[in-house]
């Protein structure tokens, strides 16, 4: 599009390009970063002028972001624990006399303990007030934050006169005027691009630039009386119905075209855009260097698949030491005790290695054993290759192994004492200064008396 155009020309991304998803389990994410080096360093290629960070962006850590190849990364809300900016607020970019300033906005994403998202109405008025002081003849908003009343935006930041919205759901947003804003969006993960033409006077109010409908109005109507021109002189009987409804599609036209006019003829200062979407279809022609990292990314995920399969394997082997140990998983119990398996499910005990996953710490080995059942201190690396049945803190965590008693529930009791020795494994006081043991054993409520 560079060499097309003699205009002003901006690349820019509102964010979320990474990633197929926000949140991606620790055996997804090897593939998901290595595709994510390859869209950064195709970006850094193509030379984006500025890109949002989105929470699909987010879905390996700000660490991670940070990593990568220097991208014009630009976020207002995005800082560490003492509120320092991860990346600047807004990048200011000159370009044939035209100066504008990009700002962007990061949706609710899962982040790293040192991170966090800071309010964005203040973010967005210090980045505002920032770009005034730039002289700038546009503000852009880059956002990932979803369901935004953008008329009250509109109001209460005038200044930001356009919003690309990032599309993670998949589809193009085509533009929509809010007040004095303009909201528009591409579809996402490089399924098509848009090209956003502004011209007029871009402090004034939007008005769709009307060349393109004008034109296409007057082909109807020289379409439309020519089929007329050509009936009336024929002399085949043509229905009287027929007639008139093209007599009323050329004065619907007439109209039309005259709204038109005087809409173009209109003195008052007005801004004008025109959009135009383009699908990116297989066959359409690669830029070598982009090409090149696109298949750099290939063979690394390649590579990671190999290493997986070779990881699967394994896992079958490290599993069958786990139920050598004896253990069957919760759902084995739940098939006597039933009562006392709902009530658990009612636990946070149930939903444990769930909250690992909140926090992307699902592959953290100084964290899994207290979130899972039958690993213990030294063989930390076996709670990667857990079965769902026992990512969480279930029956014989506490209980202790239960194969035998589930073959033989009368010749195997299970140790009931075994449970209150469990607790102090992990509830010690550096995860949990409020334990009291007598107190939350009685909460916990494994009897299933539903108390």
């Known amino acids: 599009m560079r060499g097309r155009t003699q205009a002003p020309f901006f690349l820019l991304d509102a964010g979320d390009a990474l990633f197929s998803a926000p949140a991606l389990s620790s055996r997804e994410l090897p593939q998901g970063r290595a595709t994510a080096r390859a869209v950064a360093e195709s970006y850094a290629i193509m030379g984006y002028d500025a890109v949002g960070v989105g929470p699909y962006d987010l879905a390996a850590g700000v660490d991670f972001l940070l990593s990568l190849p220097r991208l014009p990364w630009v976020s207002a809300n995005l800082v560490r ?27 609710k994403a899962r982040l790293e303990k040192k991170y966090r998202l800071r309010p964005w109405e203040e973010a967005l008025k210090e980045a505002v007030a ?3 002081k730039k002289g700038c003849d546009l503000i852009v908003l880059l956002s990932s934050m979803k369901e935004r009343d953008w008329l009250a935006l ?30 528009c969006g591409v579809q996402s993960r490089g399924k098509s691009i848009a090209r956003l033409d502004l011209g007029g006077d871009l402090s004034a109010p939007w008005q769709p630039d009307l060349s393109r409908k004008k034109e296409r109005l007057l082909r109807r109507l020289d379409s439309l009386n020519w089929r007329l021109n050509r009936l009336t ?10 007639l008139e409804n093209l007599k009323l599609q050329k004065e619907k036209t007439e109209k039309e ?70 253990y069957t998983g919760w759902s084995g119990c ?39 059942t039958g690993v213990t201190s030294g063989k930390e690396t076996y709670a990667l290759f857990l079965p769902g049945r026992m990512r969480a803190v279930g029956c014989e965590a506490c209980h202790g192994p239960g194969q035998r008693h589930t073959a033989d529930p ?16 992990c509830h010690v006081p550096e995860h949990d200064d409020d334990f009291d043991l007598n107190r939350d054993v009685a909460v916990l409520d494994c009897t299933g008396s539903g108390r």
């Open 81 to 107: 624990a003492d509120g320092t900016p991860v990346f600047p607020l807004l990048r200011v970019i000159e370009r044939k006399g035209v100066r504008i300033a990009v700002i962007g906005l990061t949706g």
């Open 130 to 132: 920032a770009a005034g």
């Open 154 to 183: 509109s109001r209460r930041f005038p200044k930001i006169r356009v919003v690309i919205e990032s599309a993670a759901h998949g589809a193009n947003i085509p533009p929509v005027i809010h007040g004095r804003l303009l909201k």
């Open 233 to 242: 002189r024929s002399r085949r009987k043509v229905s009287p119905e027929y």
């Open 257 to 326: 075209l005259a709204a038109v006019n005087q809409a173009l003829a209109n003195k008052a200062a007005r801004g004008r855009f025109r959009t135009r979407f383009t699908a990116i279809e297989p066959e359409t022609d690669d830029d070598p260097a982009v090409l090149k990292a696109v298949e750099k990314g290939k063979r690394e995920i390649l590579a990671i698949k190999k290493r997986l399969e070779k990881d699967r394997k394994r896992r079958q082997v490290e599993l069958k030491k786990i139920f050598k140990a004896g």
């Open 334 to 372: 739940g098939r006597c005790h039933e009562k006392q398996a709902a009530s658990w499910r009612s636990t946070r005990h149930a939903y444990a290695y769930n909250t690992l996953m909140s926090k992307q710490a699902e592959a953290d080995l100084r964290c899994l054993p207290c979130h899972v």
């Open 410 to 425: 009368a010749g195997a009791p299970m140790d009931a004492a075994a449970a209150k020795n469990a607790c102090g494994r």
